[in-house]
């Protein structure tokens, strides 16, 4: 059983900064790729950013190139995922979800895992 928590969300004025973290936990052999999606209200959930186990490649959504930024600290017993969000505008408000793609311990296979999300809010 894999766990994602995500934590960091709130709300924030137009112009500033959040930082949202993503930690997974349980049956991990190796992370393959993690990443953040978003779900505004009334819309379909959108890619935001990914990221490779190494840190080594990541991917941004045109939306929020620039503005924010995906990092990662992986290690045998813990990986956590952040995200750096920085210029905040009212459209980036959204529940963010946090997603990891994984090979588990028990048959080597990969595997897809979800958080429960964290609500970030921009106002003006």
């Known amino acids: 059983q894999v766990q994602l928590v995500e934590s960091g969300g709130g709300l924030v004025q137009a112009g500033g900064s959040l930082r949202l973290s993503c930690a997974a936990s349980?049956?991990?052999?190796?992370?393959?790729?993690m990443g953040w999606y978003r779900q505004a209200p009334g819309k379909q959930r959108e890619l935001v950013a990914t990221i490779t186990s190494t840190g080594g490649r990541t991917n941004y959504a045109d939306s929020v190139r620039g503005r924010f930024t995906i990092s990662i600290s992986a290690s045998i017993v813990k990986n956590t995922m952040y995200l750096q969000m920085n210029s905040l505008k009212l459209e980036d408000t959204a529940v963010y979800y946090c997603?990891?793609?994984?090979?588990?311990?028990?048959?080597?296979?990969?595997?897809?895992?979800w958080g429960q999300g964290t609500q970030v809010t921009v106002s003006s």
């Open positions: 997603n990891a793609v994984f090979r588990s311990t028990r048959d080597r296979s990969l595997y897809d895992s």
């Open positions: 349980g049956s991990i052999f190796s992370i393959n790729t």
